[in-house]
């Protein structure tokens, strides 16, 4: 399995931008399609973006849909999540994740995804 670490949370008006990063270790990278999930307070994870093992092809909630933009590094073994406009609805704990698939396209569903990191809190104020 690989091991994901995610950093850039933290605090932002409404209409700010972050940039979310998620650092990959162990196995081949460039095999893995990733995701991007939240959870808001009280509710359920939801999907936000994935990304193919290639890089090539996105999907994105209709939700973050124009604002958030999801890239890959396969040399670096990075996945980022490029979050602008953002809404105090965007406010919640995001979460990388890595699903070991056997095609190169991404996935909204929760149950591809295998490996999880620890989540990183986006908050935003309005």
């Known amino acids: 399995q690989v091991q994901l670490v995610e950093s850039g949370g933290g605090l932002v008006q409404a209409g700010g931008s972050l940039r979310l990063s998620c650092a990959a270790s162990g196995q081949t990278f460039s095999g893995y399609v990733m995701g991007w999930f939240r959870q808001a307070p009280g509710k359920e994870r939801d999907f936000v973006a994935s990304i193919n093992k290639s890089g090539g092809n996105t999907v994105y909630a209709d939700s973050v849909k124009g604002r958030f933009t999801i890239s890959r590094d396969n040399a670096k073994n990075t996945v980022s999540l490029q979050m602008d406009s953002l809404k105090p609805e965007d406010t919640a704990v995001y979460y990388c994740?890595?699903?070991?698939?056997?095609?190169?396209?991404?996935?909204?569903?929760?149950?591809?995804?295998?490996?999880w990191g620890q989540g990183t809190q986006v908050t935003v104020s309005s």
């Open positions: 994740a890595a699903a070991w698939t056997g095609y190169n396209l991404p996935s909204r569903r929760e149950y591809d995804y295998g490996s």
